[in-house]
């Protein structure tokens, strides 16, 4: 059974403190791992998809990397507007997905 | 571009009521639809997943039932609903084919049952 772990599960940073959002991951034959971010009371919004270890995609301030094992996702320097909750998931069988649990992100002034 | 849809955005309804989701999605055809719920300070469960017309599978057994009477509509619905039912209802939508296809979420509902 696949498996996505996230952490932490909530994190504060000020504005311009940079840090990374972890996905830990078990799967039978990794075929991408995605991520989303989510405001409250709003659905997930698709950010990347990442599909072999070593590569790495950017958005702005943010830059999901992947490995075997896990994906992280870096913010740089971010502003109050980055704060959401921050999802990974893993696809299985028929476009299933895993997802995690999430880390809910606060960005300070 | 394709775009998708929920409604109600919210809905308060009693224990033993019935229910009726919708979601539809516009811009593409043919497309895979999922039904997921998301509990408060937990992961999203999915629930239903169609291929096609007519073609449903569900994931948990529980008080839930979906169809898809269209080729871009997905309903979900119960009976009578119980408290356990309350979350907040995701639909989204991926292109059929690859297995790897990115999954485009809706605005979601907010379900309280009372």
């Not at chain 1, 999901?64 to 999802?87: G, M, V």
């Not at chain 2, 109600?8 to 979601?23: D, F, I, N, R, Y």
């Not at chain 2, 995701?90 to 605005?107: E, H, K, M, N, V």
């Amino acid at each position: 059974e696949d498996q996505v772990t996230q952490s932490p599960e909530a994190l504060r940073l000020q504005e311009g403190e940079s840090s990374s959002l972890n996905c830990s991951y078990t799967v039978s034959g990794l075929r991408g791992l995605f991520w989303y971010r989510q405001d409250p009371g709003k659905g997930p919004e698709f950010l990347f998809t990442l599909y072999s270890a070593g590569e790495e995609k950017e958005k702005e301030r943010l830059k999901a990397t992947l490995t075997k094992k896990e994906s992280f996702l870096h913010i740089t320097a971010p502003k109050p507007e980055d704060s959401a909750t921050y999802l990974c998931a893993v696809p299985g069988t028929a476009s299933k997905l895993t997802f995690g649990t999430g880390t809910r992100l606060q960005v300070t002034l | 571009s394709q775009t998708i849809h929920q409604w109600p955005a919210t809905l308060v309804q009693p224990v033993g009521s019935p229910l009726s989701l919708e979601c539809t999605v516009e811009g593409t055809s043919n497309p895979n639809l999922y039904w997921y719920r998301q509990a408060a300070g937990r992961g999203l469960q999915l629930l239903f997943y169609s291929v096609g017309i007519g073609q449903i599978s569900s994931e948990v057994p529980q008080n839930l039932s979906a169809s898809r009477p269209q080729d871009r509509q997905f309903i979900l619905s119960s009976k009578k609903l119980l408290l356990s039912d309350s979350g907040f209802y995701l639909c989204a939508w991926s292109r059929t084919g690859s297995g790897t296809d990115t999954q485009y979420f809706g605005p979601g509902t907010r379900l309280t049952v009372l």
